[in-house]
């Protein structure tokens, strides 16, 4: 991953294990090296998630068996739907703040010292930033999701000199990274004592906000935050400005319309390679309840889908419900609950057939131990047209007159044909 960006996740992990410090952030988010640092230890190989996952280690570290469920959702002991049960989480929340609620039980129950979220810079509006809630106000500063890349994990340079224990909250890379660091450096590992997992079709490039505000041209210097599902769920992406105003980035909702561009034309490298989507080697893992009736209407508006994998996970949302900061129902015997189809064919197929293909070809591709079979021609014709246009995305000077038509007016009409052809699915 050192030598070619293809295969870095940005994760931060090599960051935050390296003992010397030699590795830091670059401009563009991914490591670099001070030689003279560099004691030649290993750990940065060791606990990278970018070049090697292998589920069956993973599975052996988190579950203490060495399964490889060839399934999108993972191991999975009890499934959830709910909501936070504070009115102002749930109200901010992209998902019902069901996040924000299993951090603020963690945190206000005494059970973790601190909370590692993510937030927007309150400096530099347009890119995000990790950081250690350690109070009710600061959890919510970290609330929205943030879908541009942020290296979570170079935090273990700091907590390694804290006391007391953490909460974990990541996306599937970044999991994957400290569950290696778990085997790598339990010590520090210990000091985390439970991982709450992000569903994940793809993270975004960190230059994806401020080339927003730029295509509407909005000054940067007048933004004070930058939300991604900001307003009514499902939300959608605006700059709140300093004098109050609200400018919005594109046209319709977050889940008809920016996020469909979003993820092909500004998808990094290695999230194309990515073939966990659902953080299965959380302890609870979190995706919205886009569950629609007959109708097509949602059935659990601002709510979140809640998938708890180990004991801890059980005992942390059975808490959280018990005490009031999580209002869930157990729906683990219902099968409208799994994981919606195009995510799952997105990461639990499309990304398998790409990496083979790649393979193929001698480019290089993170190397897994597990395969699907079954693809068809539909399929691979499917992956290849994807592969296409996010290789256009690669394009500044293709990319950036692109996105502007499709956020502008004149994209108008493919967010109606997407609302129409939904309309007519659920007839």
Known sequence: AFRNKDLCTRSGTCIGVCPTNALSLGEDLYPKLDADLCIECGLCQKTCPGDEVNYGSLAEITFGKKENEVTFDGHVERTYVGYSGNARTRKNGAGGGVVTALAWHLLNSG??????????NPERPWQG??????????????????????PVNTIFQEIKDLDGTYALIALPCQIH?????????????????????????SSLEPYIAKEMLEIKGVDKSKVKNFDFRGGTWPGRIRARLKDGGIKNLHYSNFKDGAINYLTYLYSPPRCQTCVDGSSEFSDISVSDAWTRDKSGKYVFASQSRLLARTEIGVKTMEAAIAAGDLVAEDVTEDTHYQTHKLHARKKGLTAYIRVDRMKKLGQPVPIYDRTVDGANSADKRTEWLESLLMRIGRIRAIRVPLFTILISRYGIPLVKIRQYRKSKKYR
Do not use: N, W
């Open 129 to 150: 930033e990790v950081f250690i809630a350690r109070t009710f106000e600061d959890l919510l500063t970290s609330q929205q999701s943030k879908y541009t890349i942020i």
């Open 111 to 120: 059970t973790v010292q601190g909370c590692i979220v993510t937030r927007m």
């Open 177 to 201: 990274g400290f569950r290696k660091l778990q085997k790598q450096k339990p010590k520090l590992a210990s000091k985390i004592h439970s991982v709450i997992g992000l569903f994940c079709a």
